[in-house]
Nanobody
């Protein structure tokens, strides 16, 4: 199982960016994809998760994330996406996708069995 991210970039405050995650080796046992971010000097922060089969989403109950970040997936292409909107410098971080074989895809990193290399998103004011 291999996860490769793309889409990290410099973005101006107020802008948007989509981070993509290509999944190679996904099987029928693949349950969901999670997304996290890690800012410099901070712990890894859960953003949300999306199931492969139904596209059900679960977002972190965080005011800094709610309403601005959107998860989606394309099972036929084995791709997962994180759409970032209305970005501000506080969103500067490395964004990670992670694979879960189930039965849980929650906020804890141990729910996930494979990780992408991370995509750096830098938001300038």
């Amino acid at each position: 199982l291999q996860l490769i991210e793309s889409g990290g970039e410099w973005v101006q405050a107020g802008g948007s960016r989509r981070v993509s995650c290509s999944v190679t080796g996904r099987t029928n046992s693949s349950y969901a994809m999670g997304w996290f971010r890690q800012a410099p000097g901070q712990e890894r922060e859960f953003i949300g998760a999306i199931t492969w089969q139904k596209g059900a989403t679960y977002y972190a109950n965080s005011n800094s994330i709610k309403g601005r970040f959107t998860l989606s997936r394309d099972g036929a292409k084995n791709m997962a996406y994180l759409q970032l909107a209305n970005l501000d410098p506080g969103d500067t971080a490395v964004y990670y996708c992670a694979h879960s074989s189930g039965p849980v895809a929650g906020a804890r990193p141990e729910h996930y069995d494979a990780w992408g290399q991370g995509a750096q998103v830098t938001v300038s004011s």
